[in-house]
């Protein structure tokens, strides 16, 4: 690439009229020609030269590629993938085992929750043994008293309905402490909390010593897990290029992080909704994780479409990099350069570039923009 000064002289062109006086003449003797002068003229990125012919031209060939779109966007938790790690048992952090980024495993102990809901939940599932067990013994002499005459059908059914209801209520406060976390047989005022999933905690509501569940805190939830194995690129779509994308469509990713290492993903979703702002629609991609994608990441995702579209192919030294745009010099006629952006595209065989918008197969470009800048410099 140029230095930058180099370029601004290519570019801005007003330091060569500065050096126009200093120009070296033509030397009859030696028969060495003086170098080309560089005028700049009124018009914006137009160059007039005393000997265009110095410059070699060439014509832009042709490939047909498959038409691209790029579009930028960001890395995001799948949320199919996301899980809350909730704690339904109220009260204090006493032990906590995990923290925010760290991964986890599957059943993996996060934290340890001290919660009168467990003690009550307890209370409730004792007194609900005591009742059963008198309901049970009060319909066992119900059935005794109505086989011997002592009591009438509707007493027998009243008391087996006592017991049906006692034993109702004994399976429900044994299903609540099962949904604590509470041994029946080993009781405590301690709920553990566990991983559901394995992956990473991207979020995290509790510390230790800290209240954590809805009574305290309004939320049950107490860390989210992220299974980033399979993530999500969110790109901003224009809305003059969506006929270009369709749901299934594949995607070539490349990381700002890692520009040599290239990824495949799958559009899964086109937003419904533009945002009036800026006028683009939210394409989402599905990508498998090789574990170098991150939350928040920057990526360029190239949709390929279906159709091939024939671009222009030039020599590479034709092109002036210059502040992260691409520059192309054609001629303007009457000794004069015409400098034009450009797209450039991928790279060929034989040191040749794609340009895939500011010129068209055919046009003739200047092959090489340092024999330019040579010249320059030599004023």
């Not at 930058?4 to 120009?23: E, F, H, Y």
């Not at 119900?142 to 005459?149: E, K, N, P, T």
């Not at 309905?161 to 009781?187: C, M, N, R, W, Y």
């Amino acid at each position: 690439m140029m230095k930058a000064s180099t370029l601004n002289i290519v570019c801005g062109l007003a330091a060569c009229l500065a050096l126009a006086g200093c120009q070296k003449k033509f030397d009859p003797a030696s028969g060495a020609a003086s170098p080309t002068q560089v005028v700049e003229t009124s018009n914006t990125g137009l160059v007039s030269v005393d000997n265009p012919r110095q410059f070699q031209v060439v014509a832009a060939g042709q490939v047909n590629t498959p038409g691209k779109l790029n579009a930028t966007g960001s890395v995001f938790p799948d949320i199919d993938r996301e899980v809350p790690v909730i704690s339904l048992a109220s009260g204090r952090v006493v032990d906590i085992r995990a923290r925010l980024d760290d991964n986890v495993k599957k059943g993996q102990l996060l934290l340890k929750v001290q919660s009168p809901d467990i003690t009550n939940a307890f209370d409730v599932y004792l007194k609900a043994v005591n009742d059963e067990q008198v309901a049970n013994k009060a319909y066992a002499r119900a059935q005794d008293l109505f086989a011997h005459g002592a009591i009438s059908q509707a007493m027998l059914e009243q008391a087996e309905d006592t017991e049906k209801d006692a034993q109702a209520d004994l399976t429900a406060a044994e299903e609540q402490l099962k949904t604590l976390g509470v041994d029946k047989s080993h009781p405590s005022s301690i709920e553990n909390v566990y991983a559901p999933i394995s992956g990473v905690i991207v979020a995290q509501n509790v510390t230790n010593a800290a209240a954590t569940g809805v009574t305290y805190t309004g939320s049950s939830t107490a860390f989210t897990i992220a299974d980033l194995s399979q993530v999500w690129i969110v790109c901003d779509v224009y809305e003059n290029d969506l006929p270009k994308v369709h749901l299934g469509q594949q995607a070539r990713l490349v990381l700002d992080a890692y520009p040599n290492q290239p990824l495949t993903g799958r559009i899964s979703d086109i937003g419904p909704v533009l945002d009036p702002a800026i006028r683009t629609a939210k394409v989402r991609i599905e990508v498998r994780n090789p574990g170098i994608l991150k939350l928040g990441m920057f990526v360029t995702a190239t949709f390929f479409s279906r159709a091939d579209e024939a671009h222009a192919v030039i020599p590479a030294s034709a092109i002036l990099h210059l502040h992260d745009r691409d520059w192309v010099f054609i001629p303007a006629g009457e000794g004069k350069f015409q400098r034009v952006e450009v797209t450039a595209g991928d790279m060929f065989a034989g040191n040749q570039q794609e340009i895939l918008s500011g010129i068209a197969p055919g046009q003739q470009v200047v092959k090489d923009v340092l024999q330019l800048e040579a010249t320059v410099e030599a004023q």
